[in-house]
């Protein structure tokens, strides 16, 4: 089975500024990596998949990097509406599973 | 515009049953794979099952192996999770979610429902 690890588990940022968000996988998903942005009360977002292929309608704010275990989501001038938590998702094993990390949340600093 | 509504959440002793439908509509239903994933409360997202464009696959995470069954009906242009023998542990809610990815690639999902919520508790 393979385990999704994010880091850090809270990131406080302020608008404008860059955030860097963290994900390991405990072994290599090669690039079958996917970030989601849930809001409270709302359903996910996926944002990028294959590791840094952004999903219709992201903004270019949102870029991913990173294959085998270690992936990074950044976004590079947080918006108001970028406050909420991310979820790193993988789906390279066979038989199909998609494990999901724990989240980042991203608060105001 | 991907429409996904589930229903059939509601409060269940454990050990009890109970059906989640989701109807579908926006889309061509029967060119994707479709996905159930859970969200108990104060936890992350959990992934629990995926049904192919067809019905003839279908796979579980551990956790609901052997207790719930996914199934759709394509003429309906909906989706469905049978749940069996329920645990406190499976109070989430529910969310019905469509396969980026037209045909038989397995994808992550890239439309989701709002939810229906499960509750298992005596």
């Known amino acids: 089975e393979i385990v999704m690890t994010q880091s850090p588990g809270t990131l406080s940022v302020s608008p404008g500024e860059r955030a860097t968000l963290s994900c390991r996988a405990s072994?290599?998903?090669?690039?079958?990596l996917a970030w989601y942005q849930q809001k409270p009360g709302q359903a996910p977002r996926l944002l990028i998949y294959g590791a840094s292929t952004r999903a219709t309608g992201i903004p270019a704010r949102f870029s991913g990097s990173g294959s085998g275990t270690e992936f990074t989501l950044t976004i590079s001038s947080l918006q108001s509406e970028d406050f909420a938590v991310y979820y790193c998702?993988?789906?390279?094993?066979?038989?199909?599973?998609?494990?999901f990390g724990p989240g980042t949340k991203v608060d105001i600093k | 515009e991907v429409q996904l509504v589930e229903s059939g959440g509601v409060v269940v002793q454990p050990g009890g049953s109970l059906r989640l439908s989701c109807a579908a509509s926006g889309f061509i239903f029967d060119d994707y794979t479709m996905h159930w994933v859970r969200r108990a409360p104060g936890k992350g997202l959990e992934w629990v099952s995926l049904?192919?464009?067809?019905?003839?696959?279908?796979y579980y995470a551990d956790s609901v192996k052997g207790r719930f069954t996914i199934s759709r009906d394509n003429s309906k242009s909906s989706l469905y999770l049978q749940m069996n023998s329920l645990r406190t542990e499976d109070t989430a809610l529910y969310y019905c979610?469509?396969?980026?990815?037209?045909?038989?690639?397995?994808?992550?999902?890239?439309?989701w429902g709002q939810g229906t919520l499960v509750t298992v508790s005596s």
């Open positions: 049904i192919s464009w067809d019905g003839g696959s279908t």
């Open positions: 998702q993988q789906y390279n094993n066979w038989p199909p599973s998609f494990t």
């Open positions: 979610a469509k396969d980026l990815t037209e045909g038989g690639a397995y994808s992550p999902p890239d439309s």
């Open positions: 072994q290599s998903v090669r690039s079958n």
